[in-house]
């Protein structure tokens, strides 16, 4: 049985140019997500939302080898990040305010049974307090400017700023969506410095 890395097969939205912002057409993806707020490094709403996203999405693939004789490396965890105000993200870097929902791709086979399946599974044999906010669910970002960011996630804010402010005017569009990051490293075992994370904003011509 083949197994299908993602991140290779769909390279131009999972690794994109670390040099330049690059404007890509993302197209409709089924995502397990899960929603919150608050600081991703302290509130236990997060750590519960990842940690029932990574079950779940484990025992999918577990599933999909069973039901569908299709194996496949589970996709990076993603997140969607919005606030009231913006520059929270950019200048000021207030983490309380954020508002996110994290998520991880789905194989288009992965049909709602198998996920309801899956969530029967884990329920069995862990008790995750976030389960039941956990769904499937079809997300469809479209334009989109990206990059590839290496550092630390705490040293983002001058690339969005210059995401945000210089190259989306600059070039005929404005922010149509929330800002998205793609984590390509395991934080677990990245030094700060290498770690590779996407940033993409969804965009509209003006």
Request: aromatic share 10%.
């Amino acid at each position: 049985m083949s197994k299908v890395d993602f991140k290779k097969e769909l390279r131009h939205l999972y690794q994109p140019s670390a040099k330049e912002f690059v404007v890509v057409d993302v197209p409709p993806m089924n995502f397990l997500m899960m929603d919150g707020h608050g600081d991703p490094n302290t509130a236990q709403e997060y750590q519960d939302a990842v940690e029932a996203l990574y079950a779940v999405a484990f025992k999918i693939k577990f599933v999909s080898k069973k039901e569908a004789g299709r194996d496949y490396v589970v996709p990076p965890l993603e997140g969607l990040w919005w606030a009231e105000d913006m520059e929270v993200f950019t200048t000021r870097r207030d983490k309380s305010a954020w508002d996110w929902t994290m998520m991880i791709m789905q194989p288009q086979w992965v049909t709602p049974e198998m996920f309801e399946e899956a969530l029967r599974q884990v329920e069995k044999k862990k008790n995750l307090p976030a389960l039941p906010k956990l769904r499937l669910e079809t997300y469809h970002e479209g334009l989109s400017v990206q990059i590839l960011h290496i550092g630390s996630y705490d040293d983002e804010g001058p690339t969005l700023d210059r995401m945000h402010h210089v190259f989306i005017p600059e070039n005929g569009y404005e922010m149509a969506g929330k800002h998205h990051e793609i984590y390509l490293s395991d934080v677990r075992k990245v030094a700060p410095e290498k770690l590779k994370t996407v940033l993409r904003q969804p965009i509209k011509k003006v």
